[in-house]
């Protein structure tokens, strides 16, 4: 109890009087508690109700499982008094503090408090939260931030700033111990976005958290230009847009339940393992295993949804997508084989033809990093003709930005296994989890081609000649294009020259996909990697 009254009161009179009695202490502490929690909560329940939303409390309560929170720090007070503060002095501040578990698992979480001086984070506030991030990396659990607050408190100047840059440097130190997410359930401005930037997910809630550094009213009175708050920095616009957020949840209870999920999937730890449930899977082909033999058009232009493949490889058809609102043409997530975690990367045919592009490969590459980090192994389905081409990714730094997820699956010591699906064109190949790159057990679909480029892009250059010839003949050229490209693919990219060559380790009836990556991950589970001693590599940023 950190307040310096806390072994007196003060009678009507105005004259402290000790409290000498055991019973008084208790009453005494009943008579806090009842300030600091009870009627602060019912105070709280009616600013948030009004708005629709939950209490810090409340959100907390319905993350962990019932009963299982403990609170920290319900009894700190600020010690600002500048600008009349010391006659404002709640317990608690502007946070939530404390550990609960969520699936019987331990996890530490802190919840901003809006109705607290805005959810402003001041010097009490930061202690608190760096407090419970100390205790998360202590013990070795995931930690959850609910953010919902106006940034830094004015009243209280650099000291609040500093606190930010606590909260960052824990953040950065916990990265790829612990797993840390952040939900954004109202404002996070200015300094205050840079804690969520620095964890693993982030989640915003549709309509009722934005996230910015500067403002519209910032941004109108320097550059002159009308934004919004929902335009500017809304769970849309960061979810579609920036790829800052990786679930757009359509309310408070949907957040929290997509984080309840996705902690399901994740170890506590990078020294635990990954969570395993009792499931037994089918060692032999099902029905549904049989039906994607078809799921591969003859056309090799048509289009078809990845997710099925996905949802057919993993446990009871149950895969948790990340990101699925930003670069849609690369999915991430996570699903289970055995009751194991694994992380899913795969080409999205059915968005863009499945091209790479800045946005999918940065996307995917932070994925593989975070899998690698924890211990996740990562399964790759490839149909990929080769990254998006055009001036705006060349300037953008498609080269830079775009070695991202080369290096990531290069650096990834994780067990990992490669199925080609289809198309595997050129660098784009290279770059999705080749054996070159380290990929432990690559196989691929007879609908496999695996080639520097399509046989259309080849055919222009290696047979412009005869494509001449043709047409100063008289021939249907496109039907001799056409010819020519299938003869191109069946002497070049047949995934059998690549099994030849031990590029490939084996090439399978798709039907026996399920079946044969179950097998393969279970083989490599003791998979071990040494690296040359180093203090970090540089990543292309």
Same mark, same amino acid.
């Given at each position: 109890?950190?307040?310096?009254?806390?072994?007196?009161?003060?009678?009507?009179?105005?004259?402290?009087?000790?409290?000498?009695?055991?019973a008084?202490?208790?009453?005494?502490?009943?008579?806090?508690?009842?300030?600091?929690?009870?009627?602060?909560?019912?105070?709280?329940?009616?600013?948030?109700?009004?708005?629709?939303?939950?209490?810090a409390?409340?959100?907390?309560?319905?993350?962990?499982?019932?009963?299982?929170?403990?609170?920290?720090?319900?009894?700190?007070?600020?010690?600002?008094t500048?600008?009349?503060?010391?006659?404002?002095r709640?317990?608690?501040?502007?946070?939530?503090?404390?550990?609960?578990?969520?699936?019987?698992?331990?996890?530490?979480?802190?919840?901003?408090?809006?109705?607290?001086?805005?959810?402003s984070?001041?010097?009490v506030?930061?202690?608190?939260?760096?407090?419970?991030? &100390?205790y998360a990396?202590? =013990?070795?659990v995931?930690? @959850? %931030?609910?953010l919902?607050? !106006? $940034?830094? *408190?004015?009243?209280?100047?650099?000291?609040?700033?500093?606190?930010?840059?606590?909260?960052?440097?824990r953040n950065?130190?916990?990265?790829?111990?612990i797993?840390?997410?952040?939900?954004?359930?109202g404002?996070?401005?200015?300094?205050?976005?840079?804690?969520?930037?620095?964890?693993d997910?982030?989640?915003?809630?549709?309509?009722s958290?934005?996230?910015?550094?500067?403002?519209? &009213?910032?941004?109108?009175? =320097?550059?002159?230009?009308? @934004? %919004?708050?929902?335009?500017? !920095? $809304?769970? *849309?616009?960061?979810?579609?847009?920036?790829?800052?957020?990786h679930?757009?949840?359509?309310?408070e209870?949907?957040?929290?339940?997509?984080?309840?999920?996705?902690?399901?999937?994740?170890?506590?730890?990078?020294?635990?393992?990954?969570?395993?449930?009792?499931?037994?899977?089918?060692?032999?082909v099902s029905d549904?295993?049989?039906?994607?033999?078809?799921?591969?058009?003859d056309?090799?232009?048509?289009?078809y949804?990845?997710?099925?493949?996905?949802?057919?490889?993993?446990?009871?058809?149950?895969?948790?997508?990340?990101?699925?609102?930003?670069?849609?043409?690369?999915?991430?997530?996570?699903g289970?084989?055995?009751?194991?975690?694994?992380?899913?990367i795969?080409?999205?045919?059915?968005?863009?033809?499945g091209?790479l592009?800045?946005?999918?490969?940065?996307?995917?590459?932070?994925?593989?990093?975070?899998?690698?980090?924890?211990s996740?192994?990562?399964?790759?389905i490839v149909?990929?003709?080769?990254?998006?081409p055009?001036?705006?990714?060349?300037?953008?730094?498609?080269?830079?930005?775009?070695?991202?997820?080369?290096?990531a699956?290069?650096?990834?010591?994780?067990p990992?296994?490669?199925?080609?699906?289809?198309?595997?064109?050129?660098?784009?190949?290279?770059?999705?989890?080749?054996?070159?790159?380290g990929?432990?057990i690559?196989?691929?679909?007879p609908?496999?081609?695996?080639?520097?480029?399509?046989?259309?892009?080849?055919?222009?250059?290696?047979?412009?000649?005869?494509?001449?010839?043709?047409?100063?003949?008289?021939?249907?050229?496109?039907?001799?294009?056409?010819?020519?490209?299938?003869?191109?693919?069946?002497?070049?990219?047949s995934?059998?020259?690549?099994?030849?060559?031990?590029?490939?380790?084996?090439?399978?009836?798709?039907?026996?996909?399920?079946?044969?990556?179950?097998?393969?991950?279970?083989?490599?589970?003791?998979?071990?990697?040494?690296?040359?001693?180093r203090?970090?590599?540089n990543?292309?940023?």
């Amino acid at each position: 109890m950190t307040d310096d009254t806390a072994t007196d009161r003060t009678e009507a009179a105005g004259a402290p009087v000790p409290l000498a009695t055991t019973a008084e202490r208790i009453a005494d502490l009943r008579e806090r508690h009842r300030e600091a929690v009870t009627e602060k909560e019912a105070r709280a329940k009616e600013k948030q109700g009004a708005k629709g939303k939950m209490t810090a409390r409340e959100r907390i309560e319905r993350f962990v499982d019932q009963g299982s929170f403990v609170e920290f720090d319900a009894y700190v007070r600020h010690r600002t008094t500048a600008f009349g503060m010391e006659s404002n002095r709640p317990f608690g501040d502007a946070v939530v503090t404390g550990i609960g578990t969520v699936h019987g698992r331990r996890v530490a979480v802190y919840a901003q408090d809006f109705t607290t001086f805005g959810g402003s984070l001041g010097e009490v506030a930061g202690e608190k939260i760096t407090k419970i991030q &100390d205790y998360a990396m202590k =013990v070795g659990v995931p930690i @959850v %931030g609910m953010l919902d607050s !106006g $940034g830094a *408190r004015i009243q209280e100047g650099v000291v609040a700033l500093g606190k930010y840059g606590e909260i960052f440097k824990r953040n950065t130190a916990a990265s790829g111990v612990i797993p840390q997410i952040s939900i954004v359930m109202g404002p996070a401005a200015g300094g205050a976005v840079y804690s969520p930037a620095l964890t693993d997910f982030v989640v915003m809630v549709d309509k009722s958290s934005h996230m910015f550094v500067t403002g519209p &009213d910032v941004i109108k009175t =320097v550059t002159g230009e009308e @934004v %919004g708050f929902e335009e500017l !920095g $809304g769970g *849309r616009a960061h979810n579609t847009v920036s790829g800052v957020s990786h679930y757009l949840a359509a309310d408070e209870d949907d957040a929290l339940d997509y984080v309840r999920a996705l902690l399901a999937y994740l170890p506590d730890n990078n020294q635990s393992e990954v969570p395993a449930y009792d499931h037994t899977a089918e060692r032999v082909v099902s029905d549904a295993d049989r039906r994607l033999n078809t799921i591969i058009p003859d056309s090799p232009n048509q289009p078809y949804d990845v997710l099925a493949i996905i949802e057919t490889l993993m446990d009871d058809r149950e895969f948790l997508e990340v990101q699925p609102l930003y670069a849609p043409n690369i999915v991430i997530g996570f699903g289970r084989l055995e009751g194991r975690t694994i992380g899913v990367i795969a080409n999205q045919p059915n968005q863009m033809a499945g091209t790479l592009n800045i946005e999918a490969g940065e996307k995917a590459a932070r994925f593989v990093r975070f899998c690698d980090a924890f211990s996740i192994p990562i399964l790759t389905i490839v149909d990929v003709p080769g990254y998006l081409p055009g001036t705006d990714q060349e300037w953008s730094g498609v080269i830079r930005r775009g070695a991202k997820l080369l290096y990531a699956y290069a650096e990834a010591t994780v067990p990992m296994v490669t199925v080609i699906t289809r198309k595997a064109y050129g660098g784009a190949y290279i770059v999705m989890g080749s054996k070159q790159l380290g990929a432990d057990i690559n196989i691929a679909w007879p609908s496999a081609e695996i080639a520097v480029m399509g046989g259309q892009g080849a055919v222009n250059i290696l047979y412009r000649n005869e494509i001449k010839q043709a047409e100063a003949d008289g021939h249907d050229v496109a039907e001799v294009r056409s010819r020519l490209a299938s003869e191109y693919t069946y002497n070049v990219a047949s995934p059998f020259l690549a099994a030849e060559r031990g590029e490939l380790d084996g090439i399978i009836e798709p039907a026996e996909t399920r079946v044969m990556i179950t097998r393969a991950f279970r083989a490599l589970r003791t998979k071990r990697v040494q690296r040359p001693e180093r203090k970090h590599g540089n990543i292309p940023m």
